[in-house]
Every structure is written in C-alpha cells, then in structure tokens.
Nanobody, 123 residues
Framework: QVQVVESGGGLVQAVGSLRLSCTAS????????MAWFRQVAGKERERVSC????????YYAESVIGRFIVSRYNAKNTLYLQMVSLKPEDTAIYYC????????????????WGPGTQVTVSS
C-alpha cells in the first residue's frame, strides 16, 4: 500500500521561507515521478513543480520560477520543496503526489496523493 505524507507547512510572513517535505512508501521511489500541487478553495488544483525519477528532469510553474526549488533524496524516499521570497498569493494547501512516469500531466493523472499541508503567507 502506497502512503504519501507531507510536512513542513505553516504560517510565514511575506518574503519569508519554508521547506516542505514529503515521504512516500510502498512504491519504488527512485523511479517515481514526484510532484507538488497546490489548491486554494474554489480554484483548480495547480501543479507547482515536479521531478522525474530517472532523469532528474524538473518542471516549475511560471509563478514560482526563481523562488521554489524541488529536490529529492531517494535514499530516504523523500521529496522537498524549498520556498523562498514567499508571497501572500502562495497561500494554499500544498499536496505531494506520485505517479509512474511523465511529469507534466494533469493532476488527475497522478495516482498517489498525500493529505496536504497548509501554507499561509501573511502580508
């Protein structure tokens, strides 16, 4: 059984930083495509970043380029999202997701999901 769990969310002031972590078990983590999505109530879930397992290919949404960095530590089955220069518009529930391959696909194509962690950025 695959389990995905996020941690590291919280309340931070604008221009502050946070690091989210995601641990996944029950899958071959080294090969898995891992992604961060976020969602604000009433809006579509947005892909923030993703990273492939085999090539290390990374993708970032335009709104976070230069501010967020995704990385993975395969030995610990852990995915990270380092967020700096946070803005109030980054406020959302952040979800970690995994799938077998292909990073840039709709959120509905991701098979495994964590429960989410709230990030709130105050102005």
């Amino acid at each position: 059984q695959v389990q995905v769990v996020e941690s590291g969310g919280g309340l931070v002031q604008a221009v502050g930083s946070l690091r989210l972590s995601c641990t996944a078990s029950g899958l071959t983590f080294d090969d898995a495509v891992m992604a961060w999505f976020r969602q604000v109530a009433g809006k579509e879930r947005e892909r923030v970043s993703c990273i492939s397992g085999s090539t290390g290919f990374t993708y970032y949404a335009e709104s976070v380029i230069g501010r967020f960095i995704v990385s993975r530590y395969n030995a610990k089955n852990t995915l990270y999202l380092q967020m700096v220069s946070l803005k109030p518009e980054d406020t959302a529930i952040y979800y970690c997701a995994a799938r077998d391959r292909y990073c840039q696909v709709p959120w509905s194509a991701y098979k495994w999901w964590g429960p989410g962690t709230q990030v709130t950025v105050s102005s």
